[in-house]
């Protein structure tokens, strides 16, 4: 599967951004689709994502009640809709893919095969 992930931009604190994700390929509704997200110094974080298993939204403590992630299997599509935007959302965020992640690990980046190029994030006080 191929990810191109779009949507970021230059917004103030408390603003909102919707990320989307495009894929190609087929099966896509059998992979498990995240989003991470790496900011200057930092490690790449777990944001939020869809484990295809059992098709629940799993977020980080970090962005859960401002951040909601979607995915549109037709489209093939995900979607990562940011409200309440702080500078500590400040990142380069990336949609990654896997069809053979288990729960247990699907917060570890390198459990990822498939990644999109990022895309920028900056949030301003």
């Known amino acids: 599967v191929q990810l191109q992930a779009s949507g970021g931009g230059l917004v103030q604190g408390g603003d909102s951004l919707r990320l989307s994700c495009a894929a190609s390929g087929d099966t896509f509704s059998s992979y498990t689709l995240v989003w991470f997200r790496h900011a200057p110094e930092k490690e790449r974080e777990f944001v939020a994502g869809i484990y295809s298993r059992n098709s629940r939204t799993y977020y980080a403590d970090s962005v859960k009640g401002r951040f909601t992630c979607s995915r549109d299997n037709v489209k093939k599509m995900l979607y990562l809709q940011m409200n309440s935007l702080t500078p500590e959302d400040t990142a380069n965020y990336y949609c990654?893919?896997?069809?053979?992640?288990?729960?247990?690990?699907?917060?570890?980046?390198?459990?990822?095969?498939?990644w999109g190029q990022g895309t920028q994030v900056t949030v301003s006080s």
């Open positions: 990654a893919a896997s069809t053979t992640v288990i729960l247990s690990s699907m917060r570890r980046s390198a459990a990822y095969k498939y």
